[in-house]
């Protein structure tokens, strides 16, 4: 007679299976997998990248650099070693005798300190025109803004030599001929302005509209929103408006020519080009040495404010 007792299912179960372990336990996981180690080959190709774009961007700078450096070289140079037909890099007897002869031959020492001042009365200046205009057009609204801003654009089209002989006019009939006042004042509220008012324009777009309801909330009238709220906020973009103000106002050369004629009134453009011999050949060293020291206050400004040109130019969307 055959046993109708059924076989117990887990008698058939391996030996190290889950009817092993003790009661309580938790059965043993997947293994996980090792992990990949990242080979040399991949270690020694990144270097190798990295090493060749640096390559790439020291040939690329070359031409940037280069003329800075031979200017500030050459500045130590004789005339005959600068007019060599074959140029040295760096050189043979270094002298600093044209840095003295650029303060003996002319007043520098004035001019340099004319157009710094000069420069810095711009500066400020176009900064507050720029931040009250931009922040009229991107928050105030009132008839005719948009075709008014449109009219505001048009001066980056009309070129300075196009309105310098009516300029002209007007400051020789206000006896201002032989100032620095036409230096100053025009380019504040004049078309050079322009570009400056634009990034403060968009800036202020970009701000959110909550920040100033707060400041309503809080008792603040339109000028005390603007000077409190706005215009902290928007330091990256008075960076910006900074350096092209003081770059442009520095480097200006065709309106000082026309509006100044004594040699203590000149700025540094107009100055370097009076550094000629008695023949009225230019005095290269001479001429180098004056460029030289006139770069230093441009580099110094950029390497101070340069973090807040480019957040600028991001936040206006100038950005290329």
Known sequence: MK????????????????????????????????????????????????????????????????????????????????LRRVPTIWPQDPSLEAYGRVFTLQPFAQQYWNSLYIAVLVTVGTMLVAAMAGYAFARIRFPGANALFVLVLVG????????????????????????????????????????????????????????????????????????????????SALGAVAIFTFLKSWNLYLEPVVYLSSKENFTLPQALTQYVDAYGGPMWNVQLAATTLTVLPVLAVFLVAQKQFVQGLAHSGLKG
Do not use: C, Y
């Not at 046993?3 to 009661?23: H, Q």
């Not at 270097?47 to 700078?61: D, E, M």
């Not at 409190?228 to 928007?234: D, E, G, T």
């Open 156 to 235: 980056l089209l009309v070129p300075s030599e196009v309105t310098i002989v009516p300029l002209f006019r007007i400051v020789n009939s206000l006896g201002l001929i032989n100032t620095h006042w036409p230096l100053v004042v025009i380019p504040v509220l004049g078309a050079p302005a322009v570009l400056a008012v634009f990034i403060m324009r968009q800036f202020f777009l970009g701000l959110p509209t909550e920040l100033e309801e707060a400041g309503r909330i809080d008792g603040l009238g339109r000028w005390g929103v603007f000077w409190r709220i706005a215009v902290p906020l928007s330091r």
């Open 3 to 82: 046993s109708d007792v059924r076989s117990d299912p887990r008698s058939d179960t391996k030996p190290g299976t889950t009817s092993d372990l003790p009661p309580g336990a938790w059965p043993p996981g997947p293994e996980a997998p090792a992990p990949r180690r990242r080979g040399l080959g991949a270690r020694a190709r990144g270097r190798l990248t990295r090493w060749l774009l640096l390559l790439v961007l020291a040939v690329l700078s070359v031409p940037f650099v280069f003329p800075t450096w031979w200017m500030a070289t050459s500045s130590l140079k004789p005339m005959s070693e600068i």
